[in-house]
């Protein structure tokens, strides 16, 4: 079982970075896979990026390729961090980190633990 706490949301302009962070608290984090899902008022919770417990693998939404790079840190594998690039209108959502043991998927089920959310506002 393991906790999850999300960090670095925020307001940024069009164009702008922005870091999130995503704590992963539990026994044996290197077997999960952490994902950062967005959801955005009205629509669907959505997968945005995910990587492996080793952080060797990595899998991104087409909408994320080339501007969000997601990494593990490669001592404890306790933290994720999505940093966003050249961020756009349409970025504008609530971002979940979640996790599941063994391989990343790309729909929500089957991620079993959740992050209370952190808010990125892009303004054009």
């Known amino acids: 079982q393991v906790q999850?706490?999300?960090?670095?949301?925020?307001m940024v302009l069009a164009g702008g970075?922005?870091?999130?962070?995503?704590l992963v608290d539990g026994r044996t984090?290197?077997?999960?896979?952490?994902?950062?899902?967005?959801?955005?008022?009205?629509?669907?919770?959505?997968?945005?990026?995910?990587?492996m417990g080793s952080g060797r693998m990595t899998y991104y939404a087409d909408s994320a390729k080339g501007r969000f790079t997601i990494?593990?840190?490669?001592?404890?594998?306790?933290?994720?961090?999505?940093e966003m690039k050249s961020?756009?209108?349409?970025?504008?959502?609530?971002?979940?980190?979640a996790a599941k043991f063994g391989a990343v998927a790309t729909t929500r089920?089957?991620?079993n633990y959740w992050g209370q959310g952190t808010q990125v506002t892009v303004s054009s």
């Open 17 to 22: 970075s922005l870091r999130l962070s995503c």
């Open 109 to 111: 089920p089957p991620y």
């Open 29 to 51: 984090v290197r077997g999960y896979a952490v994902s950062w899902f967005r959801q955005a008022p009205g629509k669907e919770r959505e997968f945005v990026a995910g990587i």
């Open 4 to 10: 999850l706490s999300e960090s670095g949301g925020g």
């Open 71 to 82: 990494s593990r840190d490669g001592t404890t594998g306790a933290t994720v961090v999505l």
């Open 87 to 97: 961020l756009k209108f349409e970025d504008t959502a609530v971002y979940y980190c």
